[in-house]
């Protein structure tokens, strides 16, 4: 059974900084493409990062230059380094996997809970 577990929200003042992880486990992830998603209330998911099968990276231009994805494939772990944090950034943000390795552009099928992380001004 696959299961994703985020970790690492919270509250925190405008500027600072949070690390959120997710780990897998279920089968190993390291030729998959894996991504953070968000989701601001009253409003839909929106894309976050992502961290491709080849490890390209791509960003959200809302959050390009502060936040970085990275990928512990030992750990069979993403994580999501976010600074200058905004109020805007504030929502529920989600952890995804693509189960097919090496698919492009990547579909996400697996999905963990979520994780809070709120923002304040």
């Known amino acids: 059974q696959v299961q994703l577990v985020e970790s690492g929200g919270g509250l925190v003042q405008a500027g600072a900084s949070l690390k959120l992880s997710c780990a897998a486990s279920?089968?190993?992830?390291?030729?998959?493409?894996m991504g953070w998603f968000r989701q601001a209330p009253g409003k839909g998911r929106e894309f976050v990062a992502a961290?491709?099968?080849?490890?390209?990276?791509a960003y959200a231009d809302a959050v390009k230059g502060r936040f970085t994805i990275s990928r512990d494939s030992a750990k069979n772990t993403v994580y999501l380094q976010m600074n200058s944090l905004k109020p805007e950034d504030t929502a529920v943000y989600y952890c995804?996997?693509?189960?097919?390795?090496?698919?492009?552009?990547?579909?996400?099928?697996?999905w963990g809970q979520g994780t809070q992380v709120t923002v304040s001004s």
């Open positions: 961290s491709s099968w080849n490890r390209d990276s």
């Open positions: 279920g089968r190993t992830f390291s030729s998959c493409t």
């Open positions: 995804a996997a693509d189960r097919i390795p090496g698919r492009a552009p990547p579909r996400y099928d697996y």
